[in-house]
């Protein structure tokens, strides 16, 4: 979202503290869900895989920023006709973003800048058709957070997709963006394999209050790890989605190093 065409898009991307690296203990709480089939919304690929938690003899570190690294995308990494990048501000405008209400924080960033629990490394990338000033552009964010944190996030992210529903507010350091409605959307194939997978899609009015524009927010998450993926447009096209290539790229790249 930005001061483009319709001053939505690529407002997403501030400098931040260091993100604080290091391997870290993951609590046992071996929580498992499960991904929607290819047919279901989001709202039912975070129910649980088998009805019930169960505990973990043991639980992997949450993986640390080297680890992220490996497991994304390279700057320059073609994936059909988008190419991957590394943010030159060390990531989107938006990640400084707040919501009111609170709640619905989540929804606008899961950035430890601005909402709990702080990830214990994290890794940005960008993804996009450099030669399309008005095309697609996806956040792609990978977060491993320590102490059952990708959980919590997970929790918070449902919460805010059923409390947020008929609106919100997003407070940008100049302006306001009016989220006009929060709805589920169709998860990925891929998130089956995944413990848990949310997915909305966004009514938001532009800056003017005149023309509505459409986002659409995917999270995945794997043990400690989350995979958000943020799509939106420079104008009032309806994209329908995050394009599917660039999730299943990412997933199949990160299930790669996650051996």
Do not use: H
């Not at 700057?75 to 190419?83: H, L």
């Not at 990338?125 to 996030?153: C, H, Q």
């Amino acid at each position: 979202m930005g001061t483009g065409m319709y001053g939505v898009r690529n407002l997403r991307g501030r400098l931040r503290r260091p993100v604080v690296v290091g391997m870290v203990a993951a609590m046992a709480l071996g929580m498992s869900a499960c991904g929607s089939d290819d047919d279901s919304p989001a709202g039912s690929a975070g129910a649980e895989k088998d009805g019930k938690a169960s505990a973990a003899p043991s639980v992997p570190a949450a993986p640390d920023e080297a680890r992220l690294k490996a497991a994304s995308f390279t700057d320059g990494e073609k994936v059909g006709t988008y190419t991957a990048s590394e943010y030159v501000l060390d990531g989107p405008l938006g990640d400084a973003y707040t919501a009111v209400p609170d709640v619905c924080q989540p929804l606008v960033s899961l950035s430890g800048e601005v909402s709990d629990p702080d990830p214990a490394a994290q890794v940005q990338r960008k993804v996009d058709v450099p030669d399309e000033m008005l095309g697609v552009t996806v956040d792609v964010t990978l977060r491993s957070y320590a102490s059952g944190g990708a959980v919590t996030v997970m929790k918070a992210l449902d919460k805010a997709g059923r409390d947020c529903a008929g609106g919100f507010t997003e407070q940008r350091a100049v302006a306001a963006a009016k989220y006009l409605k929060a709805e589920p959307a169709k998860a990925p194939a891929f998130a089956a394999e995944a413990d848990e997978a949310k997915a909305y899609r966004f009514t938001i009015l532009d800056v003017k209050g005149q023309q509505k524009l459409y986002e659409y927010l995917t999270v995945v998450r794997s043990g400690s790890t989350t995979l958000s993926f943020r799509a939106e447009i420079t104008s009032t096209e309806d994209i329908g989605g995050v394009p599917p290539e660039v999730m299943a790229a990412q997933w199949a790249k990160f299930r790669a190093a996650k051996g």
